[in-house]
Nanobody, 118 residues
Framework: VQLQASGGGLVQPGGSLRLSCAAS????????MSWYRQAPGKQRELVAS???????NYADSVKGRSAISMNNAKNTVYLQMNSLKPEDTAVYYC?????????????WGQGTQVTVSS
């Protein structure tokens, strides 16, 4: 199983970005997908998550400014981020709970850099 993240980049404060992460491989089912981020010198933190039923969860820091969605048919998760702030600058990692065999396992993508700066 591989997770391929894309969509990061440099954006000005107040701008928007859309991150994508596609899971591929011998996938039986995708139970949930999430986005985490890690800023320099800080611990990795959950940004948003969504399960296969569409139930979402957001960190307080991005609530109201971000929207996570998942295309079950494409095993792809999206994170739309609006009104970006300099403190949103971090490497964003895709995470997924995927069942290949009997039990689901956790997989991580390679990370995509988001820089919010004027």
């Amino acid at each position: 199983v591989q997770l391929q993240a894309s969509g990061g980049g440099l954006v000005q404060p107040g701008g928007s970005l859309r991150l994508s992460c596609a899971a591929s491989g011998s996938i039986a089912s995708v139970n949930a997908m999430s986005w985490y981020r890690q800023a320099p010198g800080k611990q990795r933190e959950l940004v948003a998550s969504i399960n296969r039923d569409g139930i979402t969860n957001y960190a307080d820091s991005v609530k109201g400014r971000s929207a996570i969605s998942m295309n079950n048919a494409k095993n792809t998760v999206y994170l739309q981020m609006n009104s970006l702030k300099p403190e949103d600058t971090a490497v964003y990692y895709c995470n997924a709970r995927i069942r290949v065999g009997i039990r689901p396992d956790t997989y991580w993508g390679q990370g995509t850099q988001v820089t919010v700066s004027s």
